[in-house]
């Protein structure tokens, strides 16, 4: 397994050469975006209402934090990724409208995302899911947090981070997608399974 | 001190042990686990669940950013507190834990979407009470994430289908998951009873600890099929591959009516988090999921 360490803004060349299987660690800025502040994103844009969000010089990172608030300031307690598929169906327009280089996630993502990130030149990374307290430790700032009237885990986090990972590509720019591949043997499986368990 | 009062104090200490720290049995088959394990990328994402799962307890910070939907099971022998203010005290609880702990808000209205932004709210949290004859009161706090709890399914099968037909179903379920409900996962199931009814064992077949087989044997040796076909369907941690993608299956049954085979499952993910005390008529407090433990 290869180590891969990346800075934002990420370039083309940055990920063009990245593989399914390799490991990333990213630094600079994460935004969080779940299923709420995509649908409200992707109807600005349509409108052509302006977005407060500069996704396409950092990482989408699928992701509803816990937080606290201080008095001048937010403090992560633990973020890691959500699950990925609820996107599914907006996250391939999402892509195109705001230029998304990298997403962050778990679980994965299906065909429309995977043909969308090849023809714009983009990766998705799996972080293991659950590991949200590991997460928050190479979080070293929350820089912005925008449309909070979505609520905490729904609002947009902008993370300053350093070494975000062990982060797996797990969707290259070529059109690889490892949760397929694990899918196709799942299959096989199961005719094996069902033959001798089932009858 | 007043009973009511010792409640007060402890349950929220009890909530924020469910969700920074795994109870022993669940930490022990995460070991188990790595061990079982072949693939390098499920060899590293259970060193890190590992890393993280210390990270929280020494910490003290929950352990996974979907604090959940938090869900009370209550055993209520005899007590000198009414049942009222018992949920009372727990929906209080919960709302302080939110702050203090801190927890994410996760609850929000299903038609505006708008965050209660306590974790409380209508039907929420959910308290399911047993009547007991004991001289305790018996609570478990068990926080469901989403990722998992989205995963769960029930089917009504014809009873010509058999327990054969439970297998084939138990199996496209957790096919069907994959990685979203974060493996390798612990799966509740519940047979019999009606539909509501069965989903309510797969969720009590969940706070049975993961090695602790069904004391009727052939409920055991079906629970042992099960997770080792779960095991060789090749999902793996974090649905990436891997040898295991099970922390262990529990089964539990009801009688049901003779035209049907209700099947409920329900999913937990590796974060199976759950505390469970019980406090005495004279005051006593007990921890049961997590042995040693005392906040005195």
């Known amino acids: 397994m290869t180590r891969n ?50 996704y396409g010089n950092s990482v989408l990172f699928h992701c509803g934090p816990v937080v606290k608030k201080t ?34 996630g778990k679980g994965g993502m299906g065909e429309k995302t995977t043909k969308s990130l090849e023809k714009n030149k983009a990766i998705y990374c799996s972080y293991t899911g659950g590991a949200g307290a590991l997460a928050a430790k190479a979080i070293e700032r929350v820089v912005k947090v925008e449309w909070l009237d979505l609520g905490i885990p729904e609002a947009v986090w902008t993370f300053e981070v350093k070494n975000f990972g062990p982060c797996i590509v797990s969707i290259d720019s070529n059109g690889n997608n490892l949760y397929s591949e694990v899918s196709a043997k799942v299959k096989e499986n199961y005719e094996r399974i069902i033959k001798s368990n089932v009858g | 001190m ?49 890393e993280n799962v210390r990270i929280a307890r020494e910490h003290k910070i929950p352990m996974c950013q979907d604090t959940g939907i938090l869900n009370f099971f209550i055993k209520y022998g005899h007590c000198e507190i009414n049942y009222d203010k018992i949920n009372k005290i727990i929906i209080e609880s919960v709302r302080k834990a939110t702050k203090e702990i801190p927890l994410r808000p996760c609850v929000v209205n299903p038609f505006s979407r708008l965050n209660t932004n306590n974790n409380t709210g209508v039907g929420v949290p959910n308290c399911d009470v047993e009547i007991t004859a004991e001289n305790y009161v018996e609570i478990t706090v068990f926080p469901k994430g989403a990722g998992s709890e989205n995963m769960n399914n029930l089917c009504m099968l014809k009873p010509a289908n058999g327990i054969a037909g439970v297998k084939k179903f138990v199996l496209n379920t957790v096919i069907n998951s994959g990685g979203y409900p974060c493996p390798p996962i612990k799966i509740g199931i519940g047979i019999g009873g009606t539909s ?32 080792e ?17 099970t922390l262990g299956v529990n089964v539990e049954y009801a009688d049901c009516h003779t035209a049907s085979l209700p099947v409920g499952i329900s999913i937990q993910c590796w974060a199976d988090r759950r505390a469970a005390m019980r406090l005495y008529d004279d005051g006593d407090i007990e921890y049961l999921s997590h042995r040693g433990f005392s906040h005195d």
């Open chain 2, 196 to 227: 509501d009814i069965a989903m309510k064992l797969s969720k009590k077949a969940l706070l049975r600890q993961c090695e602790k087989k069904h004391k009727d044997e052939k409920i055991a040796s079906l629970e042992k099929e099960l997770q």
């Open chain 2, 229 to 245: 076909m779960m095991d060789s369907t090749g999902i793996g941690s974090m649905g990436l591959g891997g040898t295991v993608t």
């Open chain 1, 5 to 54: 360490y990346l800075s934002t803004p990420i370039s083309e060349k940055d990920i063009l050469n990245l593989k399914v299987g390799d490991i990333v660690f990213i630094s600079g800025l994460l935004i969080t975006s779940r299923d709420q502040a995509h649908l409200r994103a992707l109807e600005y844009a349509r409108q052509k209402k302006e977005v407060p969000i500069d």
């Open chain 1, 71 to 104: 008095d001048n300031d937010w403090i992560v307690i633990a973020a890691g990724p959500t699950t990925s598929d609820r996107m599914e169906e907006i996250e391939h327009e999402f892509i195109r409208r705001f230029n998304i280089r990298m997403i962050i």
């Open chain 2, 2 to 50: 007043k009973n009511e009062q010792i409640l007060e104090n402890k349950l929220i200490e009890l909530i924020r042990l469910a969700e920074t720290d795994l109870p022993k049995d669940v930490e022990a088959s995460l070991r188990n686990a790595l061990q079982r394990e072949k693939s390098e990328l499920g060899k590293m994402n259970l060193e890190i669940i590992l």
